[in-house]
């Protein structure tokens, strides 16, 4: 082994021995559950009632002052264009739009105090996205130049949505910040319609319980980002209206000590397990990954008869060792377990392929394609079980849950610059479909890694 490898891998060992004691010492403190005073306990139970109801009635009356305001059309939100391969088939959804009012019917909605956080269950009643379609395959191009277009509707029925939401504390208000929410559905209708003959149309459709197994799964991701963030701003314009003081009737020092306190044990432990994944990912490394390849069949201008390809090579993402909380996490504790959640992103967040080829009529062009994406959030949920005098951690959850603000930068289009707007619709519905899971499996490797190489306080006992 070379000097410089043997100093780096060396380094990177006792990196990893001082985060693992690191963790071990606020890991000990989790073996002894925190307990509010008696009288602030008692307090809080007492002032729950009352504010669960206000809270309810005040969340109702936003729901209908949203619903009275009469420009609809800020109520239509659009959704990226989504890029689906299965096998040799390519489906293309564009101009994909979701027209709902915020109607968030409430099954249960109650503040848990000591925790900070609330618990919530919602009915959505059914959703739906509308659009079109263009269906092509590579196999088929060859033998029969047909691609098929139409309009799409993918509906969501009866959507429920149930979880926690993490409460932090900012001057003298609870603000919502951590959504460990999950929406489910009970059923996915797919509906397309197309003409034939003419002007007749045909309309078929799937219905499956499975999202899964329907197209409705490529648009998930996008439509609970949609909900988290009308629910995180109807949450938000009533939860910050209360008062802590008021509230807490003069008494909120000793919780605003204890809800910081709370909220210090989450982030020391999750950015004790950030520093040890960072260096997981550093020392593979894996700070670039490889992500898989995309091909296309489309159409041509509206003058031409012809279709074109578009292919690329592995693509990238880049720089995973740039992972930071975004903010305070949340943490939920009983005498059993101990659970935290919240977001993190990359800081710095590169997409992007070395090389692509196109080819149209004549015409054939190559170049590169590299992307950023300036905003994005992974949710993270990880739960420390107690036994005793041990413990043990484990990873619940990684999910990307928001990847917004996308710049595409296009070399070598030439004379077929008029694809630069199709172009980006697909790198950005392919990172979707097929890079951002790659990017959920590594950050979950590296924490997985972070945990097993850390979790220190079974070992020591031992």
């Keep these: 082994m070379k000097r410089e490898q043997f100093a780096i891998c060396f380094q990177y060992k006792m990196n990893l021995k001082l985060s693992c004691f690191v963790l071990f010492a606020i890991q000990i403190q989790y073996l002894q559950t925190k307990e509010l005073p008696s009288e602030m306990k008692q307090l809080l139970i007492e002032v729950a009632p009352n504010f669960d109801e206000n809270l309810k009635r005040a969340f109702r009356n936003e729901a209908v002052r949203l619903q009275r305001k009469q420009n609809t059309n800020r109520h239509v939100h659009h959704l990226d264009d989504v890029l689906m391969s299965v096998d040799d088939t390519k489906i293309e959804l564009r101009n994909l739009k979701f027209r709902w009012i915020p109607d968030f019917r409430i099954g249960d909605m109650s503040c848990d105090l000591p925790m900070s956080c609330l618990d919530l269950s919602l009915n959505l009643g059914n959703l739906r996205i509308e659009g079109e379609y263009e269906a092509n395959n590579t196999t088929l191009r060859r033998w029969l130049p047909v691609s098929h277009v139409g309009r799409i509707v993918i509906g969501f029925s009866n959507v429920k949505a149930n979880g926690k939401v993490g409460l932090l504390l900012k001057q003298d208000s609870f603000v919502p910040q951590n959504y460990d929410i999950k929406y489910e559905p009970t059923d996915v209708v797919v509906r397309v319609s197309y003409h034939v003959d003419g002007d007749n149309e045909v309309e078929n459709e799937i219905t499956n319980s499975d999202i899964e197994a329907t197209l409705g799964k490529t648009v998930w991701v996008q439509l609970t980002e949609i909900l988290s963030n009308l629910l995180h701003k109807q949450l938000g314009e009533v939860v910050v209206e209360f008062s802590v003081t008021e509230l807490l009737m003069d008494r909120d020092e000793e919780y ?112 590169s394609i590299r992307g950023a994406v300036y905003k994005n959030q992974i949710f993270v949920k990880i739960t420390v079980k107690k036994e005793g005098e041990r413990c043990s951690t484990q990873l619940d959850s990684v999910q990307v849950t928001a990847v917004k603000d996308i710049d595409i930068d296009i070399s070598g289009l030439a004379s077929l610059s008029w694809l630069t707007t199709k172009l980006k619709s697909w790198v950005i519905g392919h990172l979707r479909q097929k890079a951002l899971p790659v990017l959920e499996a590594y950050v979950r490797e590296s924490l997985v890694h972070a945990i097993t190489n850390t979790d220190c306080v079974a070992q020591l006992v031992d």
Excluded at 268 to 284: E, G, R, T
């Design 256 to 367: 605003r000590e204890y809800i910081r306190e709370q909220a210090s044990r989450a982030n020391k432990l999750l950015d004790s397990l950030l520093c040890s994944a960072k260096d997981y990912l550093v020392a593979k490394p894996l700070r670039t990954v490889a992500t898989p390849p995309f091909d296309v069949v489309f159409k041509g201008k509206v003058s031409g008869v012809q279709q074109g390809t578009f292919s690329t090579g592995e693509g990238f993402l880049q720089d995973l060792a740039t992972l930071t909380r975004l903010h305070s996490f949340s943490l939920y504790e009983d005498k059993n377990k101990l659970t935290i959640y919240g977001g993190i992103s990359l800081r710095d967040f590169k997409h992007g392929y070395e090389d692509y080829q196109g080819e149209y009529e004549e015409t054939k062009v190559n170049g």
